[in-house]
C-alpha cells in the first residue's frame, strides 16, 4: 500500500527553522515529482513546493522563496522541505503529496497520494 508518512513538525519561534520529512514506502520516489502543501486553520490547502521528476527542477510559492528549500534523499526515499526565517503565517498543517497536477512556477495542485500531515506552529 502506498504511504506517505511526514514527520518534523512542532512548535517554534519566529526566525526559527524546522525541517519536515516525507518518507515513503511502496513506491520510489525519484520515481514521481513530490509536492509539499500546507492548510491553515480556515484557509484553503496551498502549494508550498515541489520537485520535478522530469528534470529535479525545484518550486516554490512566493510566500516561500528564499526561506525553504525542498529536497530528495534516494538512498532513504524521503524528500525534505527545509524551512528557515519561519513567521507566524507559516503556521499550518503540512502535507506531502505524490505526483502533483501541477508542479512549477504558475501553480502547485494536486496529487495522487497524500499523508496524514504534520503540524508546524510558529509563535512567541
Known amino acids: 500500500q502506498v504511504q506517505l508518512v511526514e514527520s518534523g513538525g512542532g512548535l517554534v519561534q519566529p526566525g526559527g527553522s524546522l525541517r519536515l520529512s516525507c518518507a515513503a514506502s511502496?513506491?520510489?520516489?525519484?520515481?514521481?515529482?513530490i509536492g509539499w502543501f500546507r492548510q491553515a486553520p480556515g484557509k484553503a490547502r496551498e502549494g508550498v513546493s515541489c520537485i520535478d521528476i522530469t528534470d529535479g527542477s525545484t518550486y516554490y510559492v512566493d510566500s516561500v522563496k528564499g526561506r525553504f528549500t525542498i529536497s530528495r534523499d534516494t538512498h532513504e526515499n524521503t524528500v525534505y522541505l527545509q524551512m528557515n526565517s519561519l513567521k507566524p503565517e507559516d503556521t499550518a498543517v503540512y502535507y506531502c503529496?505524490?505526483?502533483?497536477?501541477?508542479?512549477?512556477?504558475?501553480?502547485?495542485?494536486?496529487?495522487?497520494?497524500w499523508g496524514q500531515g504534520t503540524q508546524v506552529t510558529v509563535s512567541s
Open positions: 511502496e513506491f520510489t520516489l525519484d520515481d514521481y515529482s
Open positions: 503529496a505524490r505526483d502533483p497536477a501541477l508542479c512549477g512556477d504558475v501553480a502547485i495542485a494536486g496529487g495522487d497520494s
